[in-house]
Each structure stands twice: as structure tokens, then as C-alpha cells.
């Protein structure tokens, strides 16, 4: 199937509206009975469901996102999809966050530095010495 009309730029061409309707009628053929889907605009970006007409007005005002050529949210099974559309991913980077990556890089700076409030407060408190390390200091 020719999605080539995802790109085009032009939401009131018909090839455009032609291309929704054969997207439409795909999700229902591969969603029977279903009354939401997964809206692939670029606002919903497939995160939210939609009722089916819903997703046919979206993609008009908003667009498709142009990236989804494979169509595997909405039941095409990528074995069956053209292999020139698949992407290949190797190298998957897990989601770290920033935070944490920041307070990583904190600690192996200053390894005894504490990240903990309730130690940072203990720190106010001076730490008694004895009289001769006080001489020694003094020295």
C-alpha cells in the first residue's frame, strides 16, 4: 500500500483525504467492533485514543505523523510490512533521567559529598576536638 500521502504537506489534497480513508478503513478491518484507537496525529502522537471518526478529523487538521509508515498500532504486523520501510534499531538507550545522571556525576566528583538532607544538617554541627589537636591546629 502506497502511504506516500503521509508526507504530502497539502491536508486538502485528495490524494491526502484519500489516504485517510484507506488508513480509517484499515484500523476497523484490523480493530472489528472497536470504537477507539490510537490516534496517530501529530498532537496525539498514537499516546491517546480517539473514537475512529475523531482520528479521520485529527489527521485532517493536524496531520499524520510522518514517521508512522508502519502501521503496527493499529494491527499491521511488521512480518508483513515492506522491509524497505522498516527501520532498524541496534542500539537501544534505555530512559535515564537527568537528575539522576547530574547526581551521578556529583558523587564521582566529590565522592564524600552527602546527598542526603538530613546529613547536610548534621554537618552544621561542629565536631568537638580535643585540647591537644586544638594545639595542633593552632601550630
Known amino acids: ?39 496517530p496525529c501529530r498532537r496525539c502522537n498514537n499516546t491517546l485514543w480517539e473514537t475512529i471518526e475523531n482520528v479521520g ?23 508483513h510490512a515492506s522491509s524497505s520501510n522498516a527501520t532498524r534499531v541496534d542500539n537501544v538507550q534505555p530512559i535515564v533521567d537527568a537528575n539522576d545522571q547530574v547526581m551521578d556525576i556529583i558523587q564521582d566528583v566529590f565522592p564524600f559529598a552527602s546527598t542526603n538532607m538530613n546529613q547536610e544538617e548534621q554537618d552544621d554541627v561542629p565536631t568537638p576536638i580535643d585540647s591537644a589537636e586544638f594545639e595542633q591546629y593552632e601550630k
Do not use: K
Open 57 to 79: 478529523f485529527h489527521l485532517v487538521r493536524n496531520g499524520m505523523i510522518e514517521t508512522y509508515s508502519i502501521w503496527n498500532l493499529h494491527g499491521e504486523q511488521l512480518e
Open 1 to 39: 500500500m502506497d502511504r506516500r500521502w503521509i508526507q504530502n504537506p497539502n491536508r486538502c489534497a485528495d490524494e491526502y483525504l484519500d489516504g485517510i480513508e484507506d488508513f480509517i478503513e484499515f484500523a476497523r478491518r484490523h480493530n472489528p467492533g472497536a470504537t477507539r484507537i490510537r490516534c
